[in-house]
C-alpha cells in the first residue's frame, strides 16, 4: 500500500469518516443533542472542500486553463486532476447545503437524523470517487455507493407515498440504466481484455483491426451500450422521463442533493469516457453526433416541458433536464484537440454555478410553508415579496439566473458553453441552446411575477410557521449567501473561472 | 466491417465451447429482462427482470474472462482473463445491495399504499 498516493485521496477519506462518526455519534447522543450532528456533516464537507481547494493538482482554481498534472494512482484506479477535483468542489457543495437545508425539517424525515445524515455524506463520498475513478471496477463501486446513497434518501419520507413512490421510480430506472452501462462494460472489457480506461486509451486502439488484442466490434457495441446507461444516469433526452417525477417525490434537501451532485458526478464519469477511454478519432467521430443530437433534443424537451407545469418543484427538475442539454454542449469538441482542458474547464464552472444557484432555489422550496407543507405549487408563490422581500429577491436572482440573465452567474458560465460551441463550428447546436434558454425566460419570469405582483395567497402561510423551526435562520442564511455568490460570479466571474 | 470474431476460443478442457452461443444467451437473457422492466406491472417482477439483466452482464463477463484467459498467453495483458471474473463478483454484490434497498422501498411502499401495481404508481403527475 502507498501511503503517499493514497493520501491525494484524504478529502474523500475525511467526508466518509464523517459519515461513519455521525452515525456512531448517533448512537449515543440523547434524542435533544442530536441537533448537533448536521453540524458535524457540514463541517466534515467543508473541510473535505477546504482540502480538494489545496491540493496542488488543482490548477481549476489557480486561473489556468492547463488540465494540470494528472496524477494517476494505485495501479491506475484513480486519476488525481483538476477536472475531477472541480467535481469535488460542487460535490462538498452540494453536500454541506443540503445538510444546512436538511437541518431545519429533519423532523419531517422519520429516518432518524443520523442516518439521513450519514447516507447523505455517504452519497457525497461516492460522488467524489466517481469524479475520479479512472478504472472500470472503481468507476462500478462509486457510482452504486453514490447511487443507493440516493435511493434510500429519496424514500427517506417513508410514510408520504409520494417518496416511497420516487424512491421506487428511482431505483428501478437507475438500475435499468446501470444494467445498460455494465452491458458496455462488459463488451468492452471484451473487446480490449481490459478495465483500465487510460491503458486502452494510450495504445491499442490506434493499431485498431491489425492487433489481436483489441476487437473492434465489441468495443463499438460497448461504446453504444455505455453510451446509453451514461445518458440515463445525467437523465438526457430521450432516457430523461424518470427525473421529474424523482425530483418532486424526494424531500427538498434531497433534490438539490441529486439535483446538483449526482449530476456533476454523472459528468464526470461522461467527461472521462469520451475524451480518455473513447477518444481516438475512428469513436468520436461516432459520438460527438450523437452527444449534439441528445444535447439538442434534451434542450428541447426540458425547456418545452417545464412551462406546462404548475409546480416549481417539477419545474425545476425539468429545467434540471434543459440544464443537462447545455452541458452537453460542452463536451462538443474533439478529444485530441487542444482546447479540451477549456471545455472540461467551462463546464466545471458551469456546474458549480449551476449548483449554487440551484441549491439555492431548493432551499428557497425547503424554508417556506403552506399549510404545513413545504411550498411547491406556482400559486403557492402568489404574493411572497410582500411578507419576505429578503428570500422573494433572492428567488429572483436565482430564476433570472437559471434563465442566463445577464449580470448573475449563470449567464457567463452560459456564454463560455455556447462560445465553446461555436468555436467547434457546431453553431446550429448553439444557436438552438440560446433561443431554448431565450424561451426558458417564459417560465421563470412566471415565478418571479407570482411573487412580486400577484396579490398574496390566504393559504400560504410562509414565514410565521418556518421561522418557528429551530435552524430556520441557517436555511435563510444559506439562501441570502447563494444569492450574493451568484451575483458576485456574475459579476467578477475571475474569480475562481 | 471485415474483422474475424474470436468465436471459437473458449476451449474447455478438450471440448469447444462456443463464445457465439454463450453471447446469444446473455443477449436473449439480458432482453428478457429489459421487457420485463418495460413491459411488466408487477414491480416483484420487475425488480426479478432488473437481477435477470445484470446476471446476463455476468454471463458476458464470466465468457469473455474464459476467452481473455485464452487468448492471451502471448499478451502483455496477463491478467485479462482475472479482470472479468473478478468484475463479475463485484457486480453479484452490488445486484444483491441493491436489490435489499429495492425490496426495502417496495415494502414501505406497500405499507402505505397496500399495493404493488405500477398502474398505481400515479401519484407524482401534478
Redesign the interface.
Known sequence: MNWSELSQLLPVGVVLLTALVVVAIDLFVKPNDRFVLPWIGVAGCGIALAMALKTNTAPWFAGSHEDGAKALILGGAFSIDGFGLGIWVVACLAGALSLISSAHHEEESTLSAGEFIGLILLAVTGMMLLAVSHD??TL??SL?IMS?ST??LT?SN?????S??????Y??LG??G??FL??G???F??GT???DMS?IVSGQIGKM?QA??V????VLLGMGLIFVGALFKIGAAPFHFWI??VY??APVSVTGLMAVGVKAAGFAVVGRLFFETFASSEFSSLWLPAIEVAAVATMIVGNILAMT???VK?MLAYSGIAHTGYLMLGLLIAPNSKDVAEHLHSINFYLLVYGVMTLGAFGVLGLLRANGRPIESMDDFAGLAKEHTGIALCMAIFMLSLAGMPPLGGSFSKFMIFKGAIKEGHVLAAVIGILTSVASLYYYLRVVVKMFMSPANDAVKGGDEATQCQYAWATNLLIYATGIVTLILGMMPGLVF | MGFDLPFNVIADGGGLMNLKGCLILAGVIFSIGAWGVVARRNVLTVLISLELMLNAVNLVFASFARMHANMTQSANNATAGENGQIFALFIIAVAAAEAAVGLAILITYFRNKETVDTRDMKELKQ
Open positions: 472500470f471496477l462500478l463501486i452504486e443507493i435511493y434510500i424514500g417513508r410514510h408520504e407515498s409520494r416511497n413512490e420516487a424512491a421506487l421510480k431505483l428501478v438500475a435499468f446501470t444494467a455494465l452491458m462494460i462488459a463488451f472489457y471484451g481484455g481490459s478495465l491503458e483491426g489481436s488484442q476487437n473492434p466490434t465489441f421529474p417525477d418532486q417525490g407545469q404548475s409546480s417539477r
